[in-house]
């Protein structure tokens, strides 16, 4: 394409765009300086977002853009990719053009410190919140200049992710502060030691921090330590330090640590409710949780999908903090049957009531051991949904009393087959139970008739058997019996 029509092409595009819609996506369209010199001289006063990422855009086109464009409405602007410096950054935080800036992301430029302080001080984007700087060249060559004045008060979050920022820079930054109106920082991927660590710890301007990112750095036990015992850290609620150079000793500490700003975040006004689902506690957080004392006023604990193995399990079973505890949700954690048999085994979780361990890699052997438990007696509420549970498995639980007090029993997706639900229907323990998930389990007619003529099933308020081999005449059997009487939904 020649010269003449490529800018052709970028008006066209660029005019195109503008009367489409309020938010402008000019993404990979490689504008270059000219495209955005030119995009700043149009109406842009109903703009609210631009996306100019992968633009080919230097300084001297931001800079033409932060000098002449009139965008009062815009409030997210996206500048990633491009080939943007110091000097650009400077003139867009002096414009006044950009009343209404929230968000700025100018991930993978050329920026250093100076022109990241410059934004981060701007007096002009007085709305500024969240500040991506991640993959550029912050730290490389340390500060020469402080801009003056305080940070933007309204600055909440700011991302230095996989920058070049020492120990150096990061107590330079501290003095400037930088950091003193932020919830949410990340330095992660930079090249921080135990010095950095301490300085930040020892930090006044980060006790509004909530979240704070120092994973892939070179910190040691004491830099770890010293964070783990911050006074300035005391509100933070979520914490990432992964692959740091700290010892097993020290790992434990940072996992108390992390465990206590969990608690804050995630934790019921009560006390009696956490809900921890997908925060890759591992089985070691899960332990550091077993540890702490706030877990004893707890009594519903979720944990759903956070790669628990049997170890975990052990430390939650024997922990004599989880006495309170009458909901568990173990969900997505493959447990496997020795999890189900330190469950089992528990002398500390005789309260469960409520008790989910829908696809934990549990087979009739951890049925069995759940069957024979002498503490978890009064269970009202069981999942055992996708489960390699068979008709075997089902068998121990329908011919177990420790179930006997169970409303709501979930076997989905089990390989139960027609064995499964017929000894389910003839047992005499599940005469009090009201809601009962079977489906995927290739039942037929033949198990459903078993339902339909069962003495023990009176109090089946709820029957889901879909995604199985039911017949028409098996369904009206069912819904006609005089022993299903009080059965208010069927699902098939």
């Known amino acids: 394409m020649k010269a003449s029509e490529r800018d052709e092409y970028i008006i066209s595009v660029i005019q195109e765009r503008l009367e489409a819609d309020s938010y402008i996506d000019l993404s990979y369209e490689r504008i270059g300086d000219a495209g955005i010199a030119f995009l700043a001289k149009q109406d842009l006063s109903h703009v609210v977002g631009l996306n100019l990422g992968w633009n080919d855009i230097t300084s001297v086109g931001l800079s033409a853009f932060a000098k002449n464009a009139k965008a009062p409405n815009l409030k997210k602007l996206n500048l990633d990719s491009n080939k943007i410096g110091n000097s650009g950054c400077k003139d867009l935080a002096d414009s006044n053009n950009f009343p209404s800036l929230n968000f700025l992301s100018l991930v993978k430029n050329i920026i250093s410190d100076e022109g990241a302080l410059e934004l981060i001080k701007s007096s002009s984007l007085k709305q500024l919140e969240i500040l ?10 340390g500060i020469a200049h402080f801009p003056d004045g305080t940070a ?14 020492n120990d150096e820079t990061l107590k330079s930054w501290i003095q400037t502060g930088a950091f003193t ?7 992660g991927w930079n090249m921080i030691s135990d010095i950095g660590a301490k300085a930040l ?3 006044a301007s980060i006790n509004q921090l909530k979240q704070l990112f120092l994973n892939s750095n070179y910190i040691r036990d004491e830099g770890s330590i010293a964070l783990a015992n911050s006074p300035h850290l005391e509100d933070l609620e979520d914490f990432y330090f992964y692959d740091n150079k700290f010892s097993h000793k ?4 940072l996992l108390d640590f992390r465990i206590r700003t969990l608690l804050k975040k995630n934790l019921s006004e009560d006390g009696k409710s956490l809900n921890l689902n997908g925060k890759g506690l591992g089985d070691k957080g899960l332990a550091s949780l077993a540890r702490s004392e706030a877990l004893n006023t707890i009594e519903t604990l979720s944990l759903r999908n956070n790669s628990i193995s049997c170890r975990g399990i052990i430390a939650l079973a024997d922990s004599q903090n989880s006495k309170r505890i009458k909901n568990l949700n173990l969900m997505s954690n493959e447990i496997g049957d020795l999890g189900a048999v330190a469950l089992a085994e528990s002398s500390c979780l005789g309260s469960l009531e409520k008790l989910n361990l829908e696809g934990a890699k549990i087979s009739s052997t951890g049925i069995l051991a759940l069957a024979q438990s002498n503490t978890l007696t009064n269970l009202n509420s069981l999942n055992m949904t996708r489960n ?7 068998k121990y639980l329908a011919n177990s009393k420790n179930f006997s007090g169970l409303k709501s029993l979930w076997v989905a997706d089990v390989f139960m087959g027609d064995p499964g639900i017929q000894a389910l229907a003839k047992s005499e323990n599940l005469s009090n139970l009201e809601e009962l998930l079977a489906n995927g389990n290739l039942i037929t007619n033949d198990g459903l008739s078993s339902i339909a003529s069962s003495d023990n099933l009176k109090s089946l308020k709820h029957l889901d058997l879909r995604r199985n081999n039911l017949k028409v005449d098996g ?6 019996s005089p022993k299903i009487k009080n059965l208010e939904k069927f699902r098939f």
Do not use: M, W
Request: charged fraction near 25%; glycine fraction near 4%.
């Open 152 to 165: 933007n008060l309204n600055l909440r979050r700011l991302n230095l992710k996989r920058n070049k920022i």
């Open 250 to 253: 020290t790992e434990a500490t």
């Open 201 to 203: 710890a020892f930090a």
């Open 475 to 480: 369904i009206f059997a069912l819904t006609d």
């Open 132 to 141: 991506e700087l991640e993959l550029n060249l912050v730290g490389k060559k």
């Open 388 to 394: 390699d549970l068979t008709a075997k498995g089902v």
């Open 181 to 187: 109106p932020l919830h949410s920082l990340n330095l």
